[in-house]
């Protein structure tokens, strides 16, 4: 057969594929990029824009270049709260990378062993609290911690462990391990529920065939499972970044606005919220608040890029 013939025998509806980018697939893209658009790029940008200007009296704003920020970090009336809401969601996400993603990977390793019953039913209820409103969560875990009527003390007190209760949401050295771990409980379902889809995906030939040459169950983890999963784990550390740094709800909910005791558990979500609407006594300022905001998301821009750039292509050569 010549090339002439072969040529004229393609299909006609392969032709418009080689001119450019396809327009029914621009077509079904418009909805969902217009949206995002509209409602994430352009807040984000206008907010960006919003922390470079400065407003008077009067209500009228002018550019103020990068005032806002050397006020925010250098000024004695705001590098206060500031740097506090910062060490307070370092401390925040700490707790949860450690205990929250640790616990997790826990719990994923038992509900993926084979002969586990009910693990349909254990997964279930620890995934339950996620789906579970902060508004409730708060209340409940007040109620539950609280020294007058609250059941901790009592049940404490009922296994002879009564002394080692304490207003722990009342003091400033526990308040924000106590709210934090509060909120472990309530997410903990996530990173489990991630990790498991990673392990029960991993080929039983390869834990076949390190069974027989005579590894046991904590070399298997160690040198087959973990090596395999640490992309998984990589995406719910970045994951868990992200949502500490951007937490707000629990906070308000068990300590209001204020934070407290005494800040002890403000976070740059509740500092934010504090500077743009203000609170009581504190007047908002739209101006600073997008500061805050920009302050914000420069942080997370750069736990991203430090894990996109140092953490994901070590787990690429090592995938290699």
Do not use: C
């Not at 980018?21 to 824009?49: E, W």
């Not at 920020?69 to 740097?83: E, I, K, N, V």
């Not at 002394?163 to 309530?186: N, R």
């Not at 990673?198 to 590894?215: C, K, R, S």
């Amino acid at each position: 057969m010549s090339t002439q013939s072969i040529q004229s025998s393609l299909p006609l509806e392969s032709a418009p594929m080689r001119s450019g980018f396809p327009m029914h697939i621009a077509v079904f893209l418009a909805p969902a990029v217009i949206v995002y658009s509209v409602f994430s790029i352009y807040p984000l940008i206008d907010t960006i824009r919003l922390s470079f200007y400065a407003g008077d009296q009067s209500g009228v704003r002018h550019f103020a270049g990068w005032d806002n920020f050397r006020t925010l970090l250098a000024d004695p009336a705001w590098s206060g709260q500031f740097w506090n809401a910062l060490r307070n969601n370092l401390m925040f996400f700490a707790i949860h990378m450690v205990v929250q993603n640790g616990i997790g990977l826990g719990l994923a390793m038992l509900l993926s062993l084979p002969r586990l019953t009910g693990g349909s039913i254990y997964r279930t209820l620890i995934f339950l609290p996620t789906m579970l409103s902060v508004v409730i969560i708060g209340f409940i875990w007040q109620l539950i911690l609280n020294p007058l009527w609250g059941i901790a003390p009592s049940l404490l007190k009922a296994v002879g462990l009564g002394s080692l209760f304490g207003p722990w949401l009342g003091q400033e050295s526990t308040a924000l391990v106590t709210v934090s771990l509060i909120s472990v409980w309530q997410f903990v379902g996530i990173p489990m529920m991630l990790i498991y889809a990673a392990l029960i995906n991993i080929p039983d030939d390869l834990l076949d065939a390190a069974t027989v040459d005579g590894a046991g169950p904590f070399s298997v983890f160690w040198f087959v499972r973990l090596p395999l999963i640490l992309p998984t784990l990589g995406v719910v550390s970045i994951l868990t970044f992200v949502a500490n740094f951007n937490a707000f709800d629990l906070i308000y909910a068990v300590k209001g606005a204020l934070a407290g005791p005494n800040f002890s558990t403000d976070i740059l979500g509740t500092f934010f919220y504090r500077t743009f609407f203000g609170y009581q006594l504190q007047v908002g300022s739209p101006t600073m608040g997008a500061t805050v905001a920009t302050a914000m998301l420069v942080v997370i821009l750069i736990g991203v890029m430090i894990y996109l750039f140092g953490v994901q292509r070590r787990l690429q050569r090592h995938a290699f």
